[in-house]
């Protein structure tokens, strides 16, 4: 009874910046957090970011000082802003709402492309 849109993705240089979007609805009551991971073709999908009901943020290592996570309640959306892309940046970029074991939705995800 959840859903995630996620929206923003694209095609963009290094270098460049990209705001993705997640969008919840349905019965979200039992959140406890909001994110961000990430897929690229043969590799683990990987944390980027997550923010909690009372505005705690992490962010992976690799992306700390580039991109910020931010939430609009009002919306129930989350939003990423990914500054200075890198080569090993792009991928499917997933959002994730989660509240417990029973409570774990995922978005369909949206592709993030990186070149020249």
């Known amino acids: 009874q959840v859903q995630l849109v996620e929206s923003g993705g694209g095609l963009v240089q290094p270098g460049g910046s990209l705001r993705l979007s997640c969008a919840a609805s349905g019965n979200i009551f039992s959140w406890n957090s909001m994110g961000w991971y990430r897929q690229a073709p043969g590799k683990q999908r990987e944390l980027v970011a997550t923010?909690?009901?009372?505005?705690?943020?992490n962010y992976a290592d690799s992306v700390k000082g580039r991109f910020t996570i931010s939430r609009d309640n009002a919306k129930n959306t989350v939003y990423l802003e990914m500054n200075s892309l890198k080569p090993e940046d792009p991928a499917v970029y997933l959002c994730?709402?989660?509240?417990?074991?029973?409570?774990?939705?995922w978005g369909q995800g949206t592709q993030v492309t990186v070149s020249s």
């Open positions: 923010i909690t009901t009372a505005g705690s943020i």
């Open positions: 994730r709402l989660f509240g417990t074991r029973y409570f774990d939705y």
